[in-house]
């Protein structure tokens, strides 16, 4: 097992940053790949942004390219998610999650985070 755990969510004014950390744990983190979720109220879950284990291969959502970058730190066995230039539509709860693949479909990932809420007011 996996162990996820979000943090760095939180409240903030359209046009502001906000850097999300998604922290492993528990089996070795060795090999998986990462992604972003998020999802709205009243919104099916939607993809953010992966990471191939090396970092060398990210995808991200067409809407997020630009504006969102993700990371990871494999010494740390942490990944992380900068996003800038915030508008009210990116309000959602936030998920990362591990799998084998960096992929745009949930289904490929194979561990789950409990989320952090990232509200963006106008």
């Known amino acids: 097992q996996v162990q996820l755990a979000e943090s760095g969510g939180g409240l903030v004014q359209a046009g502001a940053s906000l850097r999300l950390s998604c922290a492993a744990s528990?089996?070795?983190?060795?090999?998986?790949?990462m992604g972003w979720f998020r999802q709205a109220p009243g919104k099916e879950r939607e993809f953010v942004a992966a990471?191939?284990?090396?970092?060398?291969?990210?995808v991200y959502a067409g809407s997020m390219k630009g504006r969102f970058t993700i990371s990871r730190d494999n010494a740390k066995n942490t990944v992380f998610l900068r996003m800038n230039s915030l508008k009210p539509e990116d309000t959602a709860v936030y998920y990362c999650?591990?799998?084998?693949?960096?992929?745009?479909?949930?289904?490929?990932?194979?561990?789950w985070g409990q989320g952090t809420q990232v509200t963006v007011s106008s």
């Open positions: 999650a591990a799998g084998p693949r960096p992929d745009s479909d949930a289904t490929a990932y194979d561990y």
């Open positions: 528990g089996r070795t983190f060795t090999g998986y790949a």
């Open positions: 990471i191939s284990w090396s970092g060398d291969g990210t």
